[in-house]
């Protein structure tokens, strides 16, 4: 199994500024995905956090927006840049080892 | 595409009641399936899981098989509890696909007592 710490877990930010998230796993994993829920809503998926080479990014998510950093198998960040109210979600990191996801623990984000 | 559908909740039950969640899926290949749970507050668990055809996950009371000919991976429980009040996400990884995880809708359920 695989543990994923993710920081923060909530924050309270102003618009227009940025917030990066981080995800610490305590094993490889070679894919890592990040995601964002809604309340009371499934989870959608941003992008592909790929070692060596640029984040694949999924149908309205943009680089600009969320840029990604996945430096080596076992660590990745996510940033959420000049947010508006509307980027207020649940923001969650996920490896998967052996044909199981492992997530962590959520960041808690509102934009003010 | 890949498809996760899920029963549409919010799910009612008293304590001690039989649950069952719908979950079928559409894939390409042989798709390995899940349950996570979501409690209050918390993050997404690993519920169980079943890699091939007829496997049976289990875990905390919860079975679900994986059934190749209907494409269904029902969550199953004789006998719910308090506790066990939570929405709970069916999904898959297909191999094929990036190894992307597919949701479904997710189900909230609640268990009084």
């Known amino acids: 199994s695989a543990v994923i710490s993710q920081k923060p877990s909530r924050d309270i930010c102003q618009r227009g500024t940025s917030l990066t998230i981080q995800c610490q796993v305590d094993s490889q994993v070679t894919m890592m995905f990040w995601y964002r829920q809604q309340p009371g809503q499934s989870l959608t998926l941003i992008a592909t956090?790929?070692?060596?080479?640029?984040?694949?990014?999924e149908s309205g998510f943009v680089i600009d927006k969320f840029p990604i950093s996945r430096p080596n198998l076992t660590f990745s960040t996510l940033t959420v840049s000049n947010m508006s109210p509307e980027d207020s979600s649940i923001y969650l990191c996920?490896?998967?080892?052996?044909?199981?996801?492992?997530f962590g623990q959520g960041t808690r984000l509102t934009v003010v | 595409g890949n498809s996760v559908t899920q029963m549409e909740g919010p799910v009612t039950l008293s304590e001690e009641a039989f649950l069952t969640i719908n979950c079928t899926y559409t894939?390409?290949?042989?798709?390995?399936l899940f349950w996570y749970v979501q409690y209050p507050g918390e993050g997404l668990q690993l519920l169980l899981k079943?890699?091939?055809a007829d496997d049976k996950g289990s875990n905390k009371g919860f079975e679900a098989t994986y059934r190749k000919e209907t494409t269904s991976f029902h969550l199953e429980k004789g006998s719910v509890q308090v506790s066990d009040s939570a929405v709970y996400f069916c999904?898959?990884?297909?191999?094929?696909?990036?190894?992307?995880?597919?949701w479904g809708l997710g189900t909230s359920l609640a268990v009084n007592p």
């Open positions: 079943a890699t091939k």
């Open positions: 894939a390409t290949g042989y798709p390995s």
């Open positions: 956090a790929n070692q060596g080479s640029e984040a694949t990014y």
């Open positions: 999904a898959l990884i297909d191999a094929g696909n990036n190894r992307k995880l597919i």
């Open positions: 996920s490896g998967i080892l052996n044909t199981e996801a492992f």
